[in-house]
């Protein structure tokens, strides 16, 4: 099973206003998402390194990289998808929305680049 790109249907909100949109979800195979664990692993392998080379402060970096480490493999591994692009309006102004958000997880909130203003974005029935 390989990975793909999803069209969504996604209704924004700002305030009382209204207006439609489509965002673009990239959904990882089950492959996908071993290998994102094992970069992050890598990565994490390559800061512990890294950290232990600090006289001083390894004493408290390497412990901490020790917790956290399994905490962002598990993360980067459980992610079964992520916005790839948000192609709506806000709902007030029709300004560009910014694309902080990249977990796909409704509710999520982008912010307007035009009038700075909150815009809700949920998925449409």
């Known amino acids: 099973?390989?990975?793909q790109v999803v069209i969504?249907?996604?209704v924004v909100h700002c305030g009382e206003q209204q207006a439609q949109g489509n965002i673009s979800v990239h959904e990882f195979s089950q492959r996908e998402r071993r290998a994102r664990g094992f970069k992050?692993?890598?990565v994490c392998l390559c800061?512990?390194?890294?950290v232990a080379c600090i006289?001083?402060?390894h004493l408290v970096l390497v412990p901490l990289m020790l917790l956290l480490s399994p905490w962002l493999i598990y993360r980067t591994w459980r992610v079964p998808s992520e916005i790839a692009q948000i192609d709506a309006r806000c709902a007030r102004c029709q300004g560009e929305l910014t694309r902080?958000?990249?977990r796909e997880q409704y509710p999520f909130y982008?912010?307007?680049?035009?009038?700075?203003r909150e815009n809700r974005i949920v998925l449409a029935d």
């Open 1 to 3: 099973m390989s990975s």
């Open 8 to 10: 969504r249907k996604v």
């Open 40 to 42: 992050t692993t890598l």
């Open 47 to 50: 800061v512990l390194v890294a």
């Open 55 to 57: 006289p001083g402060a």
């Open 100 to 102: 902080l958000v990249t």
């Open 110 to 116: 982008e912010r307007c680049l035009v009038c700075q």
